[in-house]
């Protein structure tokens, strides 16, 4: 016997381009531990960020945020594709930036035969550690992007001290 034989996945391939897997019950349950692994893991979100989703794992880091700093703000960046400024709410509190809201499916629970995406409620709670002029805080959202600005107050601008470098200290070693 070849040891390729003992491998379950990706060989034999039937006509028409479909493979002995799709049939296969063993495949199928394959398939639904490993999603069910995935989704158990990713509940144990490490991010700095936080997922915000409680036993909601298979969301947990939905959606996906950008963070960029400059000198004079913060802006926090979210994917919400299919989603419009209605379906979304954003919240300043004691320095935590929170965005959540609702995704609604287009069809019926009956009428679907599969799907991956995800619908129902979601939040996610970003620390905010810089200073930032809360009451001038700003959101807009365009295709499907939500973009938060947070100006830094000018304490936060104060409190930054620049180290200047010795490039002679560092060719003596």
């Known amino acids: 016997m070849n040891m390729r034989d003992l491998i379950p996945w990706g060989r ?9 897997e799709e049939g296969d019950p063993f495949m ?13 893991f990713r509940t144990f979100d490490m991010s700095p960020f936080g997922g ?24 926090v960046s979210a994917e919400l594709p299919g989603l419009e400024d209605k ?5 300043m509190n004691d320095g935590v930036l929170t965005i959540r809201g609702e995704r ?27 200073e930032v002029e809360a009451d001038k805080v700003e959101a807009s959202f365009r295709n499907g992007l939500l973009t938060v600005t947070m100006p830094k107050s ?8 620049r180290i200047p470098i010795n490039a002679a200290e560092a060719t003596k070693h």
Not at 28 to 40: G, P
Not at 87 to 91: A, F, M, P
Not at 107 to 124: A, C, L, N, P
């Open 12 to 20: 034999h391939q039937l006509g028409s381009g479909r493979s002995r």
């Open 28 to 40: 199928t349950l394959h398939r639904e531990m490993n999603r069910l692994f995935d989704d158990v």
């Open 52 to 75: 915000g989703m409680g036993g909601m794992g298979r969301m947990a880091g939905w959606p996906s945020l950008e963070v960029v700093e400059t000198d004079k703000d913060v802006r």
């Open 87 to 91: 379906d979304v709410e954003v919240l």
């Open 104 to 130: 609604k499916s287009e069809v019926e629970d009956k009428d679907r035969s599969f799907s991956e995406r995800y619908y129902g409620r979601f939040e996610r709670r970003i620390p905010i550690p810089w």
């Open 154 to 161: 000018a304490q936060a601008a104060s409190h930054v001290k």
